[in-house]
């Protein structure tokens, strides 16, 4: 059996594609379009859909539309409710409707009645409980909004799901987040997590005023409308700047936010007695608050989806329609679920481009030589395997530098065109993690839980350790990826530490690297000392060098 899943209606567009209960692929259209985000949310594009990424997964598994069960559309336009502040909202509906039309026009050979609307919501649910490693257990929701709700809180047995509460629109946890990043001057509904990044500059000094308008109800369900954020600080405008009174709103909304979730994961346990919780939505993208709730909450254990955001839905839609049919899919085990190259082709792109480069020939020559660029302090681009399907960079197209040096946060920060006040993260080897990192859940595989640094080692990772002494940590194992395990391995023999800086390989403004071409301009215009394609080695010092004395 073979299903497509699709999100386009908001943000985000994606496709996945399950056949014969395994995850095949998954793949967000920034990748191709190179267009953060894909889109933006407004009512008028949610016509558009992932075009590129739906063409792709199909061509992946060798596959045309005429050969698919079933194509899910991860919102269901018969269940939105009427957005009252928004005028336009009925246009998105009326071209949400008309999606399953425009899918089959845009997938020559399928057949439209082929096209089922999936609840938003609980696509994002099978996202985390049907491709995460438990099928029984607790499962949370939240995002901005979906039809007419903005959470669902529920319940998988054996990849069965019931309902147990959902929160009504307007209150919506990601909409007051998504209402104050706009206020404190960022890109509504894409720069949220830089809130949760100013969060750690500020004191939650107006928690107690906040709290009327947001906290849990105690009945699984949730108040959270935006306050007149005026009160509070005046709008700023983001002229680079940070601090006082904005960075005060939001450290108390963030702490708000988190005390929410809190309760609403601990009613859930109360009401599930289950074990272990899975969480999906764009609010679960809010590591200091996932490392809250696995810590709180009662559960033994929390998975996050990594690809919590829209672009899931597209997953857990594909999901859904498997699992309606007795086809419940196996755990997908990794996020490196989109494309990639076999040496040959990496190597072909690099003599296209008459690029020199050389093959150490083993994964610890590469790891060996990669670890000395790094020791003496040089930023390398690796890129290596299939890409990652979600926001987060784990390895497979990941920018890597030393985390021993401060200045390397203010470096990175520069390459990417980000905010001085964004953290970058480490990647640590799984086997030594709990010596350095404490306080969440280990492994802690897709960057998706904060930690503290332990004391001792803060001065010796300056640059991965935020403000407030915490880290969002990826432990690496030979399984999840071991290329970079091996690398991990030869940084730690040097310098004894056995940690390096990870974040996303893409310069400012730019989606993530997904191809080698996008790989080979990053590398051309970027002060990067080496690219790592595949086993393939390109040095900056090489490539500028005498091709006679290189
Ligand atoms: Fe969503």
Not at 290 to 311: K, T
Not at 507 to 513: D, I
Request: aromatic share 8%; proline share 7%.
């Amino acid at each position: 059996m073979r299903y497509l899943g699709i999100n386009a209606t908001f943000h985000d567009p994606a496709a996945a594609l399950v056949v014969d209960g395994h995850v095949v692929a998954a793949a967000e259209e920034e990748r191709f379009s190179r267009r953060k985000h894909g889109k933006r949310p407004v009512p008028f594009s949610a016509w558009e859909l992932p075009e590129q990424s739906m063409r792709w997964v199909l061509k992946h598994a060798g596959l045309t539309p005429a050969d698919l069960d079933g194509v899910a559309y991860s919102f269901d336009p018969e269940l939105a409710a009427p957005i009252p502040d928004d005028p336009y909202d009925p246009v998105r509906i009326d071209y949400v409707r008309r999606a399953p039309g425009f899918i089959a026009e845009a997938l020559p050979g399928l057949d439209r009645a082929k096209v089922s609307f999936v609840q938003h919501h609980v696509a994002h649910a099978a996202s985390s409980g049907l491709a995460g490693p438990y099928r029984t257990g607790a499962v949370l929701v939240s995002d901005g909004r979906g039809e007419g709700h903005s959470h669902l809180a529920g319940h998988y047995e054996d990849g069965e799901l019931t309902v147990l509460a959902r929160q009504a629109l307007p209150d919506s946890l990601g909409l007051v987040y998504e209402s104050l990043t706009d206020h404190l001057g960022f890109l509504r509904s894409s720069d949220e997590f830089k809130v949760m990044a100013l969060a750690s500059y500020g004191t939650p000094h107006f928690t107690d005023e906040l709290r009327e308008c947001i906290h849990a109800n105690g009945d699984g369900g949730f108040t959270a409308r935006a306050p007149d954020w005026e009160r509070f600080a005046p709008r700023r405008i983001d002229d680079g700047t940070w601090g006082g009174a904005h960075a005060d709103l939001a450290a108390s909304v963030q702490a708000l936010v988190e005390e929410t979730l809190v309760d609403l994961a601990r009613w859930l346990r109360r009401e599930t007695g289950a074990s272990v919780l899975t969480m999906a939505g764009g609010t679960a993208l809010n590591c200091v608050a996932n490392s809250r709730i696995w810590r709180e909450a009662g559960f033994d254990d929390v998975w996050v989806q990594p690809a919590s955001g829209d672009s899931g839905t597209a997953l857990g839609g594909a999901l859904v329609l498997a699992q309606r049919a007795g086809d419940l899919a196996a755990p997908a085990p990794t996020a490196a679920l989109g494309r990639s190259w076999t040496d040959d082709e990496l190597a072909q792109w690099l003599t296209t481009a008459q690029v020199p480069f050389t093959t150490p020939g083993s994964r610890e020559a590469l790891a060996a030589e990669v670890a000395d660029v790094l020791e003496g302090n040089g930023v390398i681009a690796w890129f290596d395997g299939r890409s990652e399907f979600g926001p987060r960079a784990l390895g497979r197209r990941s920018l890597l530098a030393n985390p021993m040096h401060a200045e390397n946060l203010e470096r990175l920060n520069d390459v990417k065109g980000r905010e001085q006040f964004r953290p970058v993260a480490p990647m640590v080897l799984q086997e030594r993690a709990a010596e350095i990192f404490s306080g969440g859940p280990i492994p802690s595989p897709y960057m998706l839980f904060t930690h503290q640094v332990a004391p001792e080692w803060c001065d010796r990772i300056p640059a991965v350790t935020h403000v407030d002494g915490s880290a969002r940590i990826q432990t690496v194992s030979d399984e999840d990826n071991a290329g970079i395990a091996a690398l991990l391995r030869a940084f730690g023999q040097r310098t004894g530490v056995p940690v390096v800086v990870n974040t996303s390989l893409n310069t400012a403004g730019r989606p993530m690297v997904d191809d080698p071409r996008d790989a080979l301009e990053l590398f051309g215009s970027a002060p990067v000392a080496a690219l790592v394609l595949g086993p393939h080695l390109v040095r900056r010092a090489h490539l500028f060098a005498d091709p006679a004395t290189a």
